[in-house]
């Protein structure tokens, strides 16, 4: 850690004791390839900085094992230690919590996440933590070690209504270094990185697990509040950003006026040989102007959350959307330029054979440049309560609930049926994807390809042939 320098200084003018905080992103799978930036811990760093001595490791990024996690943490002792997890990595997340109680038994550990603030007292009796933030973690996790004694164990964390009025996420004490992130594909450049427009979705769709910002109103950041950070981005060498809001498009008329005018400032600021991604909503919002302005100020991808082909699906989901609107909005993201990226879902809550026969003839129809089929997944929540009453779980083991694998079947259809129509609907994908992919890939994306050999390379170095060429073969064919 280094950096951070004196412990329990006590600020006489402020009345406050600095302490040395440690913050840590949990370890998710060995096999993963090297995830993004933990952006929640970076925010939640420019948020304590002021008033402490703060360092961030990224578990996940560093693949520590126990011994390294134990070894490091002793080495540093530091007085708190704030820690993250998604529900993927909760089992790593109380190990690691196990190991603070038994060696570092002054240091005061707080949770939080997505994942505790669907489960809190579940997560502070299995953590053995003394304190666990429900929510928003910036404003509270603050104020609670003003005086921690004060607080209950299980805290509301207040929500951030103004988006502008905190420092830019603290990049600088992350460790690893921000630049040993490759990020994920597609990828263009290389010295890729991760930011945050807005926050909120006001949609509630039944399999999403995004307990912290779902069913909630969009809160926006200052158009000139967001070019301040691309411009410091941009001097300290970043090429290309996912902007990872929830759907950075298509929540409504208000978010598109607000994106128009974000778009018009990169362009005017010369910010435009930045290259961006997004995620987005095929809602009746999308329109051609507003995907080419995006397309002017650096968008190469829009990643469109699609589910599915069938509107019975949609409806039972309660996504909001119409395969019409689908169909629409990959044709406008293509027409303007933008490689257009269909999330679908497969085992959806209620789905049948003649669903997924409408998903594959969606792929056929729309052509998208990229597709990502993932099992349906339920995550804590409405949607696990549900299927845990309709008998519908395969796989108890969250750990291994990375949306790769199915781990619920439907009513209709059996695990079997799940991964067949998978990979069908990935081969459909490689047989209509438009021509010319691969060439078009090597010359105009030559980072994408590199990535997969570079992605080849580190699964060779790390888990043999037999592993690397089961992943090439099932990446090329879609077969399991
Ligand atoms: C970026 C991202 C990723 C990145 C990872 C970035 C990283 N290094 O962590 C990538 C692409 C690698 C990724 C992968 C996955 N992700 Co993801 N991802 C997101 C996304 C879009 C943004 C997260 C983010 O940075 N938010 C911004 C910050 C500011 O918000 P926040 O994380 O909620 O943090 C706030 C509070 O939660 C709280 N807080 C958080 N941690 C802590 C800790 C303490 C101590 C305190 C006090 C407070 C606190 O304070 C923060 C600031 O207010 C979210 C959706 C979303 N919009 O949040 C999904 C989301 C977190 N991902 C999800 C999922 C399912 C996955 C995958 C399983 C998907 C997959 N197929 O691979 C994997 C699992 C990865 C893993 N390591 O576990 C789900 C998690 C559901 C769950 N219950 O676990 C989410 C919610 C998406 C969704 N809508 O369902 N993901
Ligand atoms: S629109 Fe997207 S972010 Fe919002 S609830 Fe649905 S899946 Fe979640």
């Not at 769709?205 to 410091?232: D, W």
């Not at 981005?233 to 290309?240: A, P, T, V």
């Not at 609107?325 to 049948?352: D, H, P």
Request: charged share 25%; aromatic share 10%.
């Amino acid at each position: 850690m280094g950096k951070i320098g004196i412990n329990k200084e006590i600020c006489k003018k402020n009345y406050w004791i600095k302490m040395k905080i440690l913050l840590l992103n949990s370890l998710s799978n060995k096999e993963d390839f090297p995830p993004n930036p933990p952006l929640n811990l970076l925010y939640l760093a420019s948020s304590l900085r002021d008033k402490h001595d703060v360092w961030i490791l990224d578990l996940d990024a560093l693949k520590y094992d126990s011994n390294q996690v134990k070894n490091r943490l002793i080495k540093e002792n530091p007085d708190v230690i704030g820690i993250t997890c998604t529900t993927l990595s909760y089992n790593n997340m109380v190990k690691t919590c196990h190991i603070i109680k038994q060696h570092l038994k002054k240091t005061i550990l707080v949770i939080g996440g997505v994942h505790v603030t669907v489960k809190p007292k579940e997560s502070l009796k299995e953590t053995k933590a003394d304190y666990a933030i429900v929510g928003e973690g910036e404003i509270s996790f603050s104020k609670l070690l003003e005086n921690p004694k004060k607080h209950p164990k299980i805290i509301e964390g207040k929500k951030r209504i103004d988006l502008d009025d905190k420092v830019f996420p603290s990049r600088d004490i992350l460790e690893p270094s921000i630049f040993s992130y490759v990020g994920n594909a597609p990828r263009f450049t290389n010295n890729q990185t991760v930011m945050m427009w807005s926050r909120g979705c006001p949609f509630n769709c039944l399999f999403c697990s995004h307990a912290v910002y779902k069913g909630q109103k969009t809160i926006f950041r200052s158009p000139t509040n967001i070019i301040e950070e691309l411009k410091e981005l941009k001097r300290i060498g970043i090429k290309e950003l996912f902007v990872y809001d929830d759907e950075l498009i298509g929540l409504g008329e208000k978010q598109s006026a607000w994106l128009e005018q974000v778009c018009k400032l990169i362009v005017k600021n010369k910010l435009d040989d930045l290259i961006f991604k997004c995620q987005g909503r095929c809602s009746d919002t999308i329109n051609l102007n507003l995907l080419k302005l995006m397309k002017r100020a650096g968008f190469k991808c829009i990643m469109w959350g699609c589910e599915s082909g069938s509107d019975n699906v949609l409806k039972a989901i309660r996504k909001g959307t119409s395969v019409e609107q689908i169909k629409r909005a990959i044709r406008l993201c293509k027409q303007a330029g933008i490689k257009a990226w269909m999330f679908l879902i497969v085992g959806n809550y209620t789905e049948t054979e003649n669903d997924l026969k409408k998903t594959i003839q969606l792929v056929k129809e729309t052509k998208p440049n990229y597709v990502q089929v993932t099992y349906s997944t339920p995550y804590p929540g409405e949607y696990l309560d549900l299927c845990e009453k309709e008998n519908l779980i395969l796989e108890n083991d969250k750990s291994k609930w990375n949306t790769h694998i199915p781990v619920v079947k439907t009513q209709h259809l059996t695990e079997e049926q799940l991964v067949f129509y998978r990979n069908k609907i990935l081969k459909t994908h490689i047989r209509y994807r438009p021509k010319r992919y691969f060439v078009e890939q090597i010359l105009q994306e030559k980072n994408i390809f590199f990535d997969y050999l570079r992605i080849a390379n580190y699964y060779y170095n790390n888990y043999g042939f037999v592993f690397t060429f089961k992943k090439i073969f099932s990446y090329i064919t879609g077969i399991k």
